[in-house]
T-cell receptor, first 114, second 113 residues
Framework: NAGVTQTPKFQVLKTGQSMTLQCAQDMNHEYMSWYRQDPGMGLRLIHYSVGAGITDQGEVPNGYNVSRSTTEDFPLRLLSAAPSQTSVYFC?????????????FGPGTRLTVT | AQTVTQSQPEMSVQEAETVTLSCTYDTSENNYYLFWYKQPPSRQMILVIRQEAYKQQNATENRFSVNFQKAAKSFSLKISDSQLGDTAMYFCAFTYNFNKFYFGSGTKLNVKP
């Protein structure tokens, strides 16, 4: 199993540009989520999905869109990039109905918006 | 609202010694799960240890153990026999439902030779 994969690893955008961060998992996990990590603030939940076709907002959803058309993929779209979106983005996935709710994380995408 | 607080932004410990990282949380839920994650310079998030709130016994994984105080809403991580490879950011995390995890701001641990 490849686990959770994210592409790209690094990206530089200009203000106003749009892009999609890709996330895929091959563990048949139902739950997937996107976090951003900023210095001194830990990880904050952007959006999450409890299954194909079902998504919901997390703590900091503004400026981001998601969709979940398949179990494997959960892309994150930045509609109009802003410098405040400079961050490291992590995708994570987990099984449902487990006693542990362990999340598996991707390697992260470092995004810089100039 | 659920919150997780790590009050130690940075800590240092000598190799082979013991260090304790603090974490407190706030929730009105009765059943939940707590985790410690390690993030080395590679950025990969690695699960270190987890604790179910309904279990009174503290979780242990080799050199890592927790002190879970449910009434005080405290969940500290003890690392025994610290090794250079333990140098990393450590995040405390909490969840009570499907997929919403709440993370603390992290503690940067430096293990010195």
């Amino acid at each position: 199993n490849a686990g959770v994969t994210q592409t790209p690893k690094f990206q530089v955008l200009k203000t106003g540009q749009s892009m999609t961060l890709q996330c895929a998992q091959d563990m048949n996990h139902e739950y997937m989520s996107w976090y951003r990590q900023d210095p001194g603030m830990g990880l904050r939940l952007i959006h999450y999905s409890v299954g194909a076709g079902i998504t919901d907002q997390g703590e900091v959803p503004n400026g981001y869109n998601v969709s979940r058309s398949t179990t494997e993929d959960f892309p994150l779209r930045l509609l109009s990039a802003a410098p405040s979106q400079t961050s490291v983005y992590f995708c994570a996935s987990s099984y449902s109905f487990t006693a542990y709710y362990e999340q598996y994380f991707g390697p992260g995408t470092r995004l810089t918006v100039t | 609202a659920q919150t997780v607080t790590q009050s130690q932004p940075e800590m240092s410990v000598q190799e082979a010694e013991t260090v304790t990282l603090s974490c407190t949380y706030d929730t009105s839920e009765n059943n939940y799960y707590l985790f410690w994650y390690k993030q080395p310079p590679s950025r990969q998030m690695i699960l270190v240890i987890r604790q179910e709130a309904y279990k009174q016994q503290n979780a242990t994984e080799n050199r890592f153990s927790v002190n879970f105080q449910k009434a005080a809403k405290s969940f500290s991580l003890k690392i025994s026999d610290s090794q250079l490879g333990d140098t990393a950011m450590y995040f405390c995390a909490f969840t009570y439902n499907f997929n919403k995890f709440y993370f603390g701001s992290g503690t940067k641990l430096n293990v010195k030779p």
